[in-house]
T-cell receptor, first 119, second 111 residues
Framework: GAVVSQHPSRVICKSGTSVKIECRSLDFQATTMFWYRQFPKQSLMLMATSNEGSKATYEQGVEKDKFLINHASLTLSTLTVTSAHPEDSSFYIC???????????????FGPGTRLTVT | KQEVTQIPAALSVPEGENLVLNCSFTDSAIYNLQWFRQDPGKGLTSLLLIQSSQREQTSGRLNASLDKSSGRSTLYIAASQPGDSATYLCAVRISGSRLTFGEGTQLTVNP
């Protein structure tokens, strides 16, 4: 299957600083990318959906000024956590999907995740 | 609002056993359904994708079925192995872009 990479895999930062996480689709063009957050022993929570060249669509309750998403190319999306606080500590997972797909919808591929710890 | 439920929440079986994981969803107007596997501290690995027009998909020891009318999908794992131990997530895609995930089934295969 297709590969989605994320960088960094782990990051520790101090409260008040900003952190950028990169998500890349390595062997396909991702017209749509997604950012999820996952708390321990819980399922994934969708934060936002972005289409290449457009502004991201944020889910209810997700602060767009805090979680800045850029999807400037068909293979790269970035999530910047601004002015991070300890409660932002979580596992962030990106996902990518190319357009189309036989019969209804393309398969969605996930990155390996980024563990963010804010001290 | 689409809701996805997975039963059981956890399952422990001896190696070699065949097993079935269940997924149900409330809105049958889906585009597709995906089964994923997640190992601790890792991202998701896509196992099988079933389009709304399909009834089942197979990959190796895995077989997933889809019954849209009843809002159900099953993931059948044959001859389970310790390496199959992971959390299995099902997710459905309805109109628009988003996937709606179930809470997952945590599978442990004991050697």
């Amino acid at each position: 299957g297709a590969v989605v990479s994320q960088h960094p895999s782990r990051v520790i930062c101090k409260s008040g600083t900003s952190v950028k996480i990169e998500c890349r689709s390595l062997d396909f063009q991702a017209t749509t990318m997604f950012w999820y957050r996952q708390f321990p022993k819980q399922s994934l929570m969708l934060m936002a959906t972005s289409n290449e060249g457009s502004k991201a669509t944020y889910e209810q309750g997700v602060e767009k000024d805090k979680f800045l998403i850029n999807h400037a190319s068909l293979t790269l999306s970035t999530l910047t956590v601004t002015s991070a606080h300890p409660e932002d500590s979580s596992f962030y997972i990106c996902s990518a999907r190319e357009a189309g797909g036989a019969g209804g919808g393309a398969e969605q591929y996930f990155g390996p995740g980024t563990r963010l710890t804010v001290t | 609002k689409q809701e996805v439920t997975q039963i059981p929440a956890a399952l422990s079986v001896p190696e070699g056993e065949n097993l079935v994981l269940n997924c149900s969803f409330t809105d049958s107007a889906i585009y597709n359904l995906q089964w994923f596997r997640q190992d601790p501290g890792k991202g998701l690995t896509s196992l099988l994708l079933i389009q709304s027009s399909q009834r089942e998909q197979t990959s190796g020891r895995l077989n997933a079925s889809l019954d849209k009318s009843s809002g159900r999908s099953t993931l059948y794992i044959a001859a389970s192995q310790p390496g199959d131990s992971a959390t299995y997530l099902c997710a459905v895609r309805i109109s628009g872009s988003r996937l709606t995930f179930g809470e997952g089934t945590q599978l442990t295969v004991n050697p």
